[in-house]
Nanobody, 123 residues
């Protein structure tokens, strides 16, 4: 099994910053990509940012220039630095990864989601 543990959510005023962290644990051969999605009340889950093991990043249009994703491949962790936060950024943020495991001499890919951490931005 592979598990994701998130931390760093909370309440912040508009214009402020927060940093989310996520650590993967379990029987992991490699992880790529790893990243964050979010879901606001009444809305569909949307991409925030992802990063591959090689460092290639992909950002949702609404966060480009404000959020920065980074990862530590050795520790299987990913972080999201969120600056210039807006009330529209209020959502539950979910860590995500696509993990490759070696099971009975065969590789298998596993999509894993964290339980989510709430980010609330007040106006």
């Amino acid at each position: 099994q592979v598990q994701l543990a998130e931390s760093g959510g909370g309440l912040v005023q508009a214009g402020g910053s927060l940093r989310l962290s996520c650590a993967a644990s379990g029987s992991i051969f490699s992880i790529s990509p790893m990243g964050w999605y979010r879901q606001a009340p009444g809305k569909q889950r949307e991409l925030v940012a992802t990063i591959t093991s090689g460092g290639s990043t992909n950002y949702g249009d609404s966060v480009k220039g404000r959020f920065t994703i980074s990862r530590d491949n050795d520790k299987n962790t990913v972080a999201l630095q969120m600056n210039s936060l807006k009330p529209d950024d209020t959502a539950v943020y979910y860590c995500y990864c696509n993990a490759k495991r070696l099971v009975k001499l065969k590789f298998e890919n596993l999509e894993v989601w964290g339980q989510g951490t709430l980010v609330t931005v007040s106006s």
